[in-house]
Each structure stands twice: as structure tokens, then as C-alpha cells.
Nanobody
């Protein structure tokens, strides 16, 4: 059984930065794909970024060049570093993981609000 616990959300100014963390409670963290989704007000949930066990990353076009996904296998933690934040980045951000057997897990979500 895997549990994901997110932290780091909050209120930030436009142009500012924020780092989200996702702590992974199970075993074999290094074998899981990790990712972040978000859902803004009145919008569908969208994939923001993913990182494989080997460190290969993918990003939504809307965040390329501004967001960086990373992982620390020793700490069993995934991160989303967000920079140059825009009001349209305001959303609930969800941590996501997928095992090698195709089982998906989700965090509880953390609110990110970008506003003056």
C-alpha cells in the first residue's frame, strides 16, 4: 500500500516561486513513475509533469521552462519547483504515482493560489 502526502502549497505573488513536495510512504519508490496534476477553478484536471524511475521528465506546454519536477529516491520524495508563477497557475495540485504493475495512487491535493 502506498500513501502520498503533499505539502508546500499556499499563496504566492505573480512572478514568484513555490516548491511542492510529495512524500511517498511505501516501498520501491525508485521504481514508480511520479507526477503532478492540477485542477484550476472551473477547469478540467490536467497533467502538469511526470518523472520516470530513470529521471526522464515530461511537462505540459503551459509550464515548460517554468516548472521543474524532480525526485530524491533516498528521501522517497517527489518535488515540483514552480517559478515565474502566473495567476492561471492557481489550482489544486495533486501528486500522482504509478507502480510498475500499473497501480495508481493519488495525494490529497494542495492549494496553490497565485495572486497579488
Amino acid at each position: 500500500q502506498v500513501q502520498l502526502v503533499e505539502s508546500g502549497g499556499g499563496l504566492v505573488q505573480p512572478g514568484g516561486s513555490l516548491r511542492l513536495s510529495c512524500a511517498f510512504s511505501g516501498s520501491l519508490f525508485s521504481l514508480y513513475i511520479m507526477g503532478w496534476y492540477r485542477q484550476g477553478p472551473g477547469k478540467q484536471r490536467e497533467l502538469v509533469a511526470t518523472i520516470t524511475s530513470r529521471g526522464t521528465t515530461k511537462y505540459a506546454d503551459s509550464v515548460k521552462g517554468r516548472f521543474t519536477i524532480s525526485r530524491d529516491n533516498a528521501k522517497k520524495t517527489a518535488y515540483l519547483q514552480m517559478s515565474s508563477l502566473k495567476p492561471e497557475d492557481t489550482a489544486v495540485y495533486y501528486c500522482y504515482s504509478r507502480s510498475v504493475t500499473g497501480v495508481d495512487y493519488w495525494g490529497q491535493g494542495t492549494q496553490v493560489t497565485v495572486s497579488s
